[in-house]
């Protein structure tokens, strides 16, 4: 233990003060941030066109008792729970998908644990890996129990390889599934969920939001961004008399965004009901919650800026292809689940500060990578509006990255007793966002009024974004691995 009132305080009060100063810059008639907002509304204002059953091989029970079976309530991961959502993460986790040969979760579930004998011949174990299947003498992607044995010795008893790793990881979850380790019935003292709790998670578990809104997403967005490209290449300019059939695209691109957000929250607050907490504790539910931010980013700017403009013919595409991609993620994490309580650290009301504040700024920098990238493609000419957009939402999306990196240090503080541990996503983070406040600097860098060279930054800073993100998880690790 450790006590430091004056410390906590001084940082606190330093905290205090970088947030006051930025809103102070933000105000200033002296800063760029209301001149381009200004610039920006005035192009909005005088805008001048309007936008528009397989047979069974193995024992199991019957399709009668299936419904039955998935609302029972059982105790895993720390949690009450319907069996269906266990018999999923299960399926999933080993097989890669949510039936087998026909067969239901509950079904594949019960099958293993009444009669193992019986299923442990079944290749159903997903072997991703190529040279793992070659050493183990398999003819397909899937392995069955028995493969894993030569006699009695288990050919996995020391793992070395992450693909060992993760196979001897599925042989020991069915291990407890046959033998009863992995879940407990709920004991007569622990409160049974309400009926409704219980419909809502066997909903969610059976409808893939995240696989339909990525599929969605991208085909609309690259569909509408496709259509932009081809009236650039017929006329080689954007201007009002060819951007104008693009307006009965843009209409239905935004009544499908709006449908897409509308998915979007549904399947995140499903979540957050059925958790019973803020769903941003692992890369899967981060992920769903930027496609989220993007989305809602998306239509607040096509809501905004009403006019059919450059920014806005734009916006819609690219928060459709950011959001799909940021679901596609979300999808490929659910597709195998971590079967691992959650931490305790991350039982705190400063998770969904801190990450929601992290997610909103990443959100930005993404649109404003695709933005400049676009500006790039565009003639010197007709990369106005993209500019002014630019420099417009760097204020907003550094603001929101150092708040939430100073939220993290509170919640550090509050955890661990210390503000900073040098893990490598904390200096990452850092250095993201030490590398977008460079742009700020327009009277000591000069080069930066240019829009071409803020253009080629923007679009290479966003390296560090997706490293911070990614890279370090994979490559790094540290504290933040889960994340």
Known sequence: MNSDPYGIALTYFGYALFALSFLAVLCSRRAGFRRWLRAAAAVALFAALPAMGQARSVPTIANERVGEMARQQVVYNGRVVPFHTLALDVLRKIYGRSSYKGLSPEQVACGWMARPEAWKNEPMILVKDRDLRRRLGMSGRYASFAELFEGTNYRLANPTSKAERELDEKAGLLLLLTNGSLFVERPADVPALSKSRVEAEIFYDNVPFAKLLFMGNLLVGFALFGILLFRYSRENSF???NLSPFTFH????????????????LAFC????IAGRVPMSNGS?????????????????STVNCQLSTVNCFAVPFGLMLSGFALLISWLGERNPQITPLMPVLNSPLLSLHVSTIMMAYALLALLWLSSITALLLPAARRAPLTRFCRLALYPAVFLLGVGI????VWANVSWGRYWSWDPKEVWALITLMIYAVPFHVETLPAFQKPRTLHIYLALAFLAVLFTYFGVNYLLGGMHSYA
């Open 239 to 241: 201007s009002e008399k």
């Open 250 to 265: 843009l209409s239905l691109g935004k009544y499908y965004l709006c449908i897409a957000f509308a998915a979007c929250l």
């Open 270 to 273: 499903l979540r957050w009901y």
């Open 406 to 409: 100073f939220l993290g240090a």
């Open 285 to 301: 539910e981060t992920m769903l919650f930027l496609a989220l931010c993007l989305l809602a980013l998306t239509l607040l700017l």
